[in-house]
């Protein structure tokens, strides 16, 4: 049997390790990096836990998935007396449980000492860790968990693609961490692996930044999915060609160890799961010991969700969670990787075509959900991105998600039975309900370049240019200070303070009847069948899919914010642009009745063209 090293003991100094250690190492007492001779002191007595989300090591997906036969903790520890004692996590463990008889002690040194510990692994366990008690300082390096693979290992050339628009600061400092870490690193990924960073704002110094396997292509702003696709067709033509192809947000904080881990993993991936794709977790970027999710699926209702619910990655009974959900029949029929971490192999992108051309929203769930592979998380795998609450966009959401899912399913069969229609429906009610007219109407622009069928979105630049219009035509937002000019002249804003404001007033709503309900549900907010013009204002937040009832109910004018970015805006109620939206809906609706099988055998039969090399590569200008 081969033995290679899987994963390195991690600790590390940026913001998340710092302000959610527990994530690397639980403990009583301070974990100390010194810098200057590259170790880490764990400082005086005390207990130090590494059964964490970094940390432990995920047994029971990797007998699941690999040819890992054994595992061994290799540890290089030296200074006050200390003891390492195995520890586990079965489906039911909210803290770690030592293993029985696996532990080694080791006397006070001044010099290095190894501890090569093999680790006793049964049919129960969901992961596996260690604990260091000790009677004084004791420093670490070099330390990792080797794993005995039965077989030879795959041969992989792995590539990591990110797409970028105006995002320097976070694809720089990527850069730097891959680089030195990576590309620079002794490990064997070092001679198997290649960057490729598509400049869609080309704002980036491509000849500063570009370096051995590093390489920065000043890209046309086709959007996420065609910089990723680029990547694709990339990391196909290179020499020697890529077996595996990682798709990274740019906006994304990375531990480069995700990444090693990565390429460890597809390594000794058993014959039946080399197909599957690797999808790793978004944490948040602002909580970060917090998952927002690691798996996606498409819901009944037409919406993109999480699998998982929500976890809290320091908590032990969480990490076990994460490694044991099973997902439900829909899910399993509908689910993909997001492409802020999605590792995919070559073979499936030759076998079921490249993505859709619709710029951003929808390309990554798509995919995954068209290529029907089985998928891989596991702890350790993540980016730290930030959370889409906090960047909430209504040309994202009203128009490009609306067009977007109604392209895929009618032209790849994405989720046929989730209902987009009564998505759309929805969110154009609650977007009139909410006075906000001009986003409605992005649903519907975005309803209506659906209905004009496959020739409409294949155009090179259209995609683009009708994102473009989206963020002109969308709602805009001021500053507060803009904002707070505006209601001081406006008489039925008087006494409204932006000062007077807080997070429990904005996202505050009121009860009501059961008759007010009822009226409110037959009349939009009083602008249909009753019309009534309303009086005062009241205070909402920006999201489009949150629904004050209450606070809304009877109201002339809105004051919209969006407290995390200091922005907001004022709507007024208007009956009349409320019924041309309403005739206007009725129209395309009418239209879609018609012409809906019609479309379907279009967008269908446009799919080989439109998902092909030839015309992406038309489409991005390579030729």
């Given at each position: 049997?081969?033995s290679?090293?899987?994963?390195?003991?991690?600790?590390?100094?940026?913001?998340r390790?710092?302000?959610?250690?527990?994530?690397?190492?639980?403990?009583?007492?301070?974990?100390?990096?010194?810098?200057?001779?590259?170790?880490?002191?764990?400082?005086?007595?005390g207990t130090?836990?590494?059964?964490?989300?970094?940390?432990?090591?995920?047994?029971?997906?990797?007998?699941?998935?690999?040819k890992?036969k054994s595992?061994t903790l290799?540890?290089?520890?030296?200074?006050?007396?200390?003891?390492?004692?195995?520890?586990?996590g079965?489906?039911?463990?909210?803290?770690?449980?030592?293993?029985?008889?696996?532990?080694?002690?080791?006397?006070?040194?001044?010099?290095?000492?190894?501890?090569?510990?093999?680790?006793?692994?049964?049919?129960?366990?969901?992961?596996?860790?260690?604990?260091?008690?000790?009677?004084?300082?004791?420093?670490?390096r070099?330390?990792?968990?080797?794993?005995?693979?039965?077989g030879?290992l795959?041969?992989?050339?792995?590539?990591?693609?990110t797409?970028t628009?105006?995002?320097e600061?976070?694809?720089?400092?990527?850069?730097?961490?891959?680089?030195?870490?990576?590309?620079?690193?002794?490990?064997?990924?070092?001679?198997?692996?290649?960057?490729y960073?598509?400049?869609?704002?080309?704002t980036?110094?491509?000849?500063?930044?570009?370096?051995?396997?590093?390489?920065?292509?000043?890209?046309?702003?086709?959007?996420?999915?065609g910089?990723?696709?680029?990547?694709m067709?990339?990391?196909?033509?290179?020499?020697?060609?890529?077996?595996?192809?990682?798709?990274?947000?740019?906006?994304?904080a990375?531990?480069p160890?995700?990444?090693k881990?990565?390429?460890?993993?597809?390594?000794?991936?058993?014959?039946?799961?080399?197909?599957d794709?690797?999808s790793?977790?978004?944490?948040?970027?602002?909580v970060?010991?917090?998952?927002?999710?690691?798996?996606?699926?498409?819901?009944?209702?037409?919406t993109?969700?999480g699998?998982?619910p929500?976890?809290?990655?320091?908590?032990?009974?969480?990490?076990?969670?994460?490694e044991?959900?099973t997902?439900t029949?829909?899910?399993?029929?509908?689910?993909?990787?997001?492409?802020w971490?999605?590792?995919i192999?070559?073979s499936?992108?030759?076998?079921?075509g490249l993505?859709?051309?619709?710029?951003?929203?929808?390309?990554?769930?798509?995919?995954?959900?068209?290529?029907?592979?089985?998928?891989?998380?596991?702890?350790?795998?993540?980016?730290?991105?930030?959370?889409f609450?906090?960047?909430?966009?209504?040309?994202?959401?009203?128009?490009?998600?609306?067009r977007n899912?109604?392209?895929?399913?009618?032209?790849?069969?994405?989720a046929?039975?989730?209902?987009f229609?009564?998505?759309?429906?929805?969110?154009?009610?609650?977007?009139l309900?909410?006075?906000?007219?001009a986003?409605?109407?992005?649903?519907l622009?975005?309803?209506?370049?659906?209905?004009?069928?496959p020739?409409?979105?294949?155009?090179?630049?259209?995609?683009?240019?009708?994102?473009?219009?989206?963020?002109?035509?969308?709602?805009?937002?001021?500053?507060?200070?803009?904002?707070?000019?505006?209601?001081?002249?406006?008489?039925?804003?008087?006494?409204?303070?932006i000062?007077?404001?807080?997070?429990?007033?904005?996202?505050?709503?009121?009860?009501?009847?059961?008759?007010?309900?009822?009226?409110?549900?037959?009349t939009?907010?009083?602008?249909?069948?009753?019309?009534?013009?309303?009086?005062?204002?009241?205070?909402?937040?920006?999201?489009?899919?949150?629904?004050?009832?209450?606070?809304?109910r009877?109201?002339?004018?809105?004051?919209?914010?969006?407290w995390y970015?200091?922005?907001g805006?004022?709507?007024?109620?208007d009956v009349?642009?409320?019924?041309?939206?309403?005739?206007?809906?009725?129209?395309?609706?009418?239209?879609?009745?018609a012409n809906?099988?019609?479309?379907?055998?279009?967008?269908?039969?446009?799919?080989?063209?439109?998902?092909?090399?030839?015309y992406?590569?038309?489409?991005?200008?390579m030729?």
């Amino acid at each position: 049997m081969i033995s290679m090293k899987f994963a390195n003991i991690l600790l590390e100094t940026n913001p998340r390790s710092v302000a959610y250690p527990a994530l690397y190492c639980r403990s009583d007492h301070p974990v100390i990096f010194n810098e200057a001779q590259g170790e880490w002191e764990m400082y005086g007595a005390g207990t130090f836990d590494f059964s964490t989300y970094f940390n432990s090591l995920s047994v029971r997906k990797l007998k699941q998935f690999t040819k890992a036969k054994s595992f061994t903790l290799h540890l290089e520890l030296k200074g006050a007396a200390c003891e390492v004692q195995q520890t586990m996590g079965d489906a039911f463990a909210h803290d770690p449980i030592e293993v029985e008889g696996v532990h080694r002690g080791l006397s006070a040194s001044r010099q290095w000492q190894s501890v090569d510990m093999p680790l006793t692994i049964t049919d129960d366990m969901v992961i596996v860790g260690f604990i260091i008690r000790t009677e004084g300082s004791v420093d670490i390096r070099n330390s990792y968990y080797e794993l005995e693979i039965d077989g030879d290992l795959n041969d992989v050339e792995l590539v990591l693609s990110t797409t970028t628009f105006k995002k320097e600061a976070f694809i720089e400092r990527n850069i730097g961490l891959v680089k030195e870490q990576i590309v620079e690193s002794a490990d064997p990924i070092a001679k198997h692996f290649h960057m490729y960073v598509m400049d869609n704002g080309r704002t980036l110094d491509a000849e500063k930044l570009t370096s051995d396997r590093i390489t920065v292509i000043p890209n046309d702003n086709v959007g996420g999915a065609g910089g990723f696709t680029r990547g694709m067709i990339t990391a196909m033509e290179q020499d020697p060609k890529a077996t595996n192809i990682l798709l990274m947000d740019d906006d994304v904080a990375v531990s480069p160890e995700s990444i090693k881990r990565t390429y460890n993993l597809l390594r000794i991936l058993k014959e039946e799961h080399r197909e599957d794709m690797v999808s790793g977790a978004m944490l948040n970027y602002e909580v970060g010991e917090d998952q927002w999710e690691d798996i996606g699926n498409m819901t009944p209702q037409g919406t993109f969700a999480g699998c998982k619910p929500g976890m809290r990655l320091t908590l032990f009974e969480d990490l076990i969670y994460n490694e044991m959900f099973t997902p439900t029949k829909w899910q399993r029929n509908n689910m993909y990787a997001a492409w802020w971490y999605c590792c995919i192999p070559i073979s499936v992108i030759e076998k079921n075509g490249l993505p859709l051309p619709v710029f951003v929203r929808c390309d990554d769930a798509e995919y995954g959900i068209r290529c029907k592979t089985g998928f891989i998380t596991m702890n350790s795998l993540c980016v730290w991105h930030m959370s889409f609450f906090e960047r909430y966009n209504a040309a994202v959401e009203r128009y490009q998600t609306t067009r977007n899912t109604m392209i895929a399913q009618a032209t790849c069969g994405m989720a046929p039975d989730a209902d987009f229609m009564k998505e759309l429906h929805n969110n154009i009610r609650l977007e009139l309900k909410k006075f906000g007219y001009a986003n409605a109407e992005l649903c519907l622009d975005a309803f209506e370049d659906f209905l004009k069928g496959p020739e409409f979105i294949k155009k090179p630049g259209q995609s683009e240019k009708s994102f473009m219009a989206a963020n002109r035509n969308k709602e805009q937002l001021v500053d507060f200070e803009t904002l707070q000019s505006r209601a001081d002249q406006d008489p039925e804003l008087a006494g409204f303070s932006i000062k007077n404001v807080d997070r429990q007033l904005i996202d505050g709503d009121k009860s009501r009847s059961l008759a007010e309900r009822l009226e409110d549900l037959i009349t939009d907010n009083n602008q249909r069948y009753i019309k009534k013009d309303g009086a005062g204002y009241a205070v909402i937040p920006l999201q489009g899919w949150l629904y004050p009832a209450g606070a809304i109910r009877g109201k002339h004018k809105l004051v919209v914010l969006d407290w995390y970015n200091r922005k907001g805006t004022i709507r007024t109620k208007d009956v009349q642009r409320y019924q041309k939206l309403k005739k206007r809906y009725m129209r395309d609706l009418k239209y879609y009745k018609a012409n809906i099988n019609r479309l379907r055998k279009e967008y269908a039969a446009a799919r080989a063209e439109l998902t092909s090399v030839e015309y992406w590569k038309n489409y991005l200008k390579m030729d």
